[in-house]
């Protein structure tokens, strides 16, 4: 069965429903303001509402026209990087079609402000099964076998492309048997990298809408 096209409505109308659901522990999460949660809540409000008005629009279109929205309704910090975030995914996806659940990595690469690796020592290891790093290394990607990481020089840690942990969590939301724990030490470790990484609560909201997107996206990509 072929993969469906990503329908950005849908995924970010999706991720603002999440957020909804765990504002009150979000606003918790944020130990300055406590207003963290309510932040998210209109900031996925705002993005989706404004995915809605260009529905019909290219998805670069889409992306720049809610990153504009967003950078002129809400004024937070978080607003400002999700408002980034999009401005950078509307770059990469200028002249595309249509977003399938394989660039959709891509999406949720951006819009986190993720470098493109991180360290093996920050990646997550195996959890009392199957060898997680062995698996992201053997295959995970739906498109490509993924490179070896790089050999490194003495006293540098190897690192591990975004990309594949990326890849591996998808594969772990497809699996009905994987353990969640496998997939939330892949989102930490790409949160960690992100723009959103550099506090507590917004590590923990990255982690929730790096979550959702990747439930929605699995859910598109064809069964191997």
Known sequence: MAAKNVDLVKLFSTVATAIAQNQTTLNQADTYNHDHGDNMVQIFEVITQAMKEKKNALPADQLAYASQILRNKSQSGSAQLYAEGLSDASSQFKGVKSITPDSAITL???????????????????????????SLFGGFSSTQQPAAPSTPQQGELPQIDIGQLLNAGMAFAQAKKAGSNNLDAILNAVVASSRMGTSEHRAQSGALVANTLLQVVSKLAPRK
């Open 108 to 134: 949720i690469q951006t819009l986190l402000g993720a470098q493109d690796t991180v360290p093996a020592a920050s990646a997550p290891s195996s959890d009392g099964g199957a060898d997680l790093l062995g």
